[in-house]
């Protein structure tokens, strides 16, 4: 069974609620009971009345009981609007679009300090990516060059009449490598 967090806190205000209602109730109940029994005329009458105390004391309680945890939902409920719009914003982030940061309330508390520090995470994740396609970028550009000219040689030096048979297996072997270095570089390019 998981419980969320408004429902712990619920649970949490319901059962301190409850245990000083029944506290403070069974001492007033004493109380109430020993100064009525001190001047205590008729026992019967006094009897019923104590009963008659004593039901509505358990009926303050439970119905107390009942009204603070409901209250205690809907407070709960309020207060935790804000960091549901943290948990909706950190969804909603896609690698390809960062730059959407989480709310910041200005009330310098625990979720305006967790929303800062997630959106300084998300700025730190955002520059890491964009250095990594930086790389993947500069790195394309600079072994397209390299990679054409040997591919040029090669596709020249195949064209000579005369070579020999091993050097053109050679040749024609190192021109497939070469295309498939190609391939690859171009696969970063779009990356």
Do not use: H, W
């Given at each position: 069974l998981r419980l969320g967090i408004k429902l712990k806190i619920t649970l949490a205000f319901s059962?301190?609620?409850?245990?000083?209602?029944?506290?403070?109730?069974?001492?007033?109940?004493?109380?109430?009971?020993?100064?009525?029994?001190?001047?205590?005329?008729?026992?019967?009458a006094l009897e019923g009345n104590l009963r008659s105390l004593r039901s509505l004391l358990f009926v303050i309680c439970f119905s107390s009981v009942l009204i603070s945890s409901v209250v205690s939902y809907i407070l709960t409920r309020v207060l935790l609007v804000p960091l549901q719009r943290i948990i909706h914003a950190a969804r909603n982030i896609a690698a390809n679009k960062m730059r959407n940061p989480i709310p910041v309330n200005g009330t310098r508390d625990e979720l305006h300090e967790l929303?800062?520090?997630?959106?300084?995470?998300?700025?730190?994740?955002?520059?890491?990516?964009q250095q990594q396609q930086n790389f993947f970028a500069s790195a394309s550009h600079e072994l397209k060059t390299p990679l054409a000219i040997l591919r040029t040689?090669?596709?020249?030096?195949?064209?000579?009449?005369?070579?020999?048979?091993?050097?053109?297996?050679l040749l024609s072997n190192q021109l497939e490598e070469i295309s498939r270095l190609q391939a690859i570089v171009n696969e970063f390019l779009v990356v």
């Open positions: 059962l301190v609620f409850t245990v000083l209602s029944c506290f403070f109730g069974l001492i007033g109940y004493q109380r109430v009971r020993d100064m009525m029994m001190r001047s205590a005329i008729d026992r019967g929303s800062v520090t997630i959106n300084e995470m998300i700025a730190r994740i955002d520059e890491a990516v040689e090669l596709e020249v030096g195949l064209r000579k009449p005369g070579l020999e048979e091993g050097l053109r297996q």
